[in-house]
């Protein structure tokens, strides 16, 4: 079976993933959901947290881990697998983006987002300079992440949701043609996503060679929304691009 280590988005945390991890457990895989740096009840200040803070973070997490895993990443958390995966490409059998950023060498998510003009993202975030922070507010919570969910998943969500440093964002990524780009890399479309559009996730994937492209018909967050149908598109990848040493595992 595989591991799966799934990396949560902006505002969100390891909690992300509650509907998803039994899913994948109840099929035999590990499944590894960390909360970033800011997070969780040992959390650091979040004004000096940067990309590399959380790429290191992830590093860490991934080493401990006996083989190589499949590296999920949803919206941000595209950038932080990739700068991750440059750190230590051994340790990654294969990349997933699951409605994702993926910036190239010397890009930063905050590039990508602003020239999506399809999003709705930029009428419900707030940028408080004096704290160095982004914050949606609870209606664009609602409208962006989570439009296509249950009355009772929003509820749970909403409870969990945290301010953003902007450093990750902002911070480009620094990137080499040996490490993140060498490996398996499946894009997976969120066709209905408000946050990260179609049309945006259409643009990077063009930018980018991926070993498949996917899709799922939901908004911005599947493993709420539509977490069995998740779960499928994630264990045949994993079946297809690890194969027999992703049994050993």
């Known amino acids: ?16 993933w509650e509907k998803l991890t039994p ?8 499944v590894v959901t960390p909360d970033l740096p800011g997070r969780g009840p040992e959390s650091q200040p979040l004004s000096g947290l940067t990309l590399d803070d959380y790429a290191d973070f992830l590093s860490f997490t991934l080493a401990a881990e006996s083989e190589p895993v499949v590296l999920v990443g949803h919206s941000l958390g595209g950038a932080v697998i990739t700068q991750a995966a440059e750190f230590c ?3 990654v059998g294969l990349l997933v983006y699951l409605a994702a950023y993926v910036p190239r060498d010397g ?3 905050a590039d990508w987002a602003l020239s999506d003009v399809d999003s709705l993202l930029g009428k419900s975030m707030e940028v408080d300079w004096d704290q160095g922070v982004l914050r949606l507010d609870r209606a664009g919570s609602l409208e962006c992440l989570y439009d296509d969910c249950s009355a009772e ?11 953003e440093p ?7 990524l620094c990137l080499s043609a040996g490490g993140a780009a060498q490996l398996p890399s499946v894009y997976i479309e969120c066709l209905r996503d408000r946050t990260v559009s ?4 259409d643009r990077m994937q063009e930018q980018r060679t991926f070993s498949e492209v996917q899709a799922l018909d939901s908004g911005h967050s599947p493993f709420y929304s539509c977490p069995d149908d998740l779960a499928q ?13 992703a049994l050993l595992m």
């Open 1 to 16: 079976m595989s591991t799966f280590v799934l990396v949560h988005g902006a505002w969100h945390g390891g909690w992300c």
């Open 23 to 30: 899913i994948l457990e109840a099929s035999g895989h590990r």
């Open 89 to 91: 490409p051994s340790d």
């Open 107 to 109: 890009e930063s998510v």
């Open 153 to 163: 998943d929003r509820a749970q969500a909403l409870q969990h949701l945290v301010d």
């Open 166 to 172: 902007l450093a990750p964002v902002a911070q480009p």
């Open 198 to 201: 179609p049309a945006m996730q």
């Open 233 to 245: 598109l994630l264990e045949g990848s994993a079946k297809r691009f690890l194969g027999g040493r």
